[in-house]
């Protein structure tokens, strides 16, 4: 285990309670391979925290490939994480489609204080036809309501919750459309460009589908941990279905992140990703690394400079 000492913080843990999804959305392949949804027990749940064995986790996420709110005793799940001493938790969050609420649980989990963000996720240029034909069969009046009231939830009951917002478009005017809808509803909206998922019914980015080469960004590291609805640990949260390393219910996370099945990934990733079916497909590849400080500074006075000498005609 001495080769585990100098991870013991978690960057991100994605740890999914429910396993599949009530939605089809177009570009995810949960509404082609996962048409089951499961839902993880309390008690596997906590049996899977207790075989976490880091001290710090940065951010932890009640999802990865499910809908965390369609888990039937979500209060329980809190009872866990409430209860747990096997780490800290800095950020600890739920992302949900917005379509499937138990009010009264929701209200149990905001007052608990242990959330510090909800977060929902939606689709298209910020009109209800869009919307609701990129995430079937998502109804636009079902979001609206969702949105005021947790936020009303939200201001009764934990005041400091973040309230945020993660939406594909496709153009600046549809962030414009979106915030006029988000914002005055007390959300802090967020964007993103459309990601090609290996396993998606349909793809809209607009530009050719190219295979990554070499180690992915989610594995190269092994500070990120990502959790299926039945505790097993997957390399990722691009594919529910891309490989696994191990269970929790039955080992330690130090003996899964140094254990042959996900060695033996690693390896193949490296020197044979084309022969993957899932991962040789993929378009994620390493971690492209930010330059140094003093290079993006050069980098910023060069732009000005150019900025300047144009403006003026030289």
Request: charge should be neutral; include cysteine; aromatic fraction near 8%.
């Amino acid at each position: 285990m001495a080769r585990f000492r100098n991870r013991r913080i978690l960057d991100v843990l994605h740890f999914d309670i429910v396993g599949g999804c009530q939605l089809k959305c177009v570009g995810c392949p949960n509404s082609t391979i996962l048409p089951k949804v499961t839902r993880i027990k309390p008690s596997v749940f906590a049996s899977c925290i207790r075989n976490i064995d880091v001290d710090h986790v940065k951010l932890f996420r009640l999802f990865n490939y499910g809908e965390p709110l369609l888990h039937d005793d979500l209060p329980a799940i809190f009872d866990v994480l409430a209860t747990a001493p096997e780490f800290s938790i800095r950020h600890l969050e739920i992302s949900t489609n917005a379509q499937f609420s138990r009010w009264d649980q929701i209200e149990d989990v905001f007052q608990r204080g242990l959330l510090t963000g909800l977060v929902v996720s939606c689709d298209g240029d910020g009109t209800p036809v869009s919307y609701e034909r990129f995430r079937p069969p998502a109804k636009w009046e079902t979001l609206i309501e969702f949105l005021v009231k947790a936020r009303e939830l939200r201001d009764r009951c934990s005041p400091k919750l973040e309230l945020r917002t993660t939406t594909v478009i496709f153009d600046e005017a549809d962030k414009a459309r979106w915030r006029s809808v988000l914002e005055p509803l007390g959300w802090d909206p967020h964007f993103r460009s459309w990601i090609n998922l290996v396993g998606a019914s349909e793809t809209h980015s607009g530009r050719e589908w190219r295979p990554g080469q070499g180690v992915c960004s989610f594995v190269e590291q092994t500070g990120q941990l990502y959790v299926n609805a039945n505790g097993t640990v997957v390399p990722c949260c691009a594919h529910p279905r891309a490989g696994e390393f191990g269970n929790l219910c039955l080992e330690k996370w130090s003996a899964i992140v140094d254990g042959n099945p996900r060695r033996h990934f690693v390896e193949l990733l490296r020197n044979k990703r084309e022969t993957m079916e899932i991962c040789g497909a993929c378009e994620f590849g390493p971690r492209v690394p930010k330059p140094p400080r003093i290079m993006q500074l050069f980098s910023q006075l060069s732009g000005r400079m150019s900025g300047l000498g144009e403006s003026t005609g030289a």
